[in-house]
Nanobody, 115 residues
Framework: QVQLVESGGGLVQAGGSLRLSCTSS????????MGWYRQAPGKERELVAV???????DYADSVKGRFTISRDDAKNTVYLQMNSLKPEDTDVYYC?????????WGQGTQVTVSS
């Protein structure tokens, strides 16, 4: 089992920045991949950014160059730094951890970008 606790969402003006945090209940060394997804009401949950094996990172095209995913192993925490935010980035953001065949999700944190 993995519990994920997210923080850092909020309201920001377009062009501003936010940093999301996701802290895992177990060492992230034991987790295959960790990432961030987002979901708007009535829409599919979509990948935003993911940390893959070998320190590789992958991003949705819509956030490349603006968002950065990173990790702090000592704190078992993954971050999503979001810069140059746009109104279309408004969503609920979810942290995800995959351990073998199991998927774990955080409770979600709301990000609202005003124009």
């Amino acid at each position: 089992q993995v519990q994920l606790v997210e923080s850092g969402g909020g309201l920001v003006q377009a062009g501003g920045s936010l940093r999301l945090s996701c802290t895992s209940s177990r060492s992230i060394f034991s987790i295959n991949t960790m990432g961030w997804y987002r979901q708007a009401p009535g829409k599919e949950r979509e990948l935003v950014a993911v940390l893959l094996s070998g320190s590789r990172k992958d991003y949705a095209d819509s956030v490349k160059g603006r968002f950065t995913i990173s990790r702090d192993d000592a704190k078992n925490t993954v971050y999503l730094q979001m810069n140059s935010l746009k109104p279309e980035d408004t969503d609920v953001y979810y942290c995800n951890a995959r351990v073998n065949e199991a998927n774990y999700w955080g409770q979600g944190t709301q990000v609202t970008v005003s124009s």
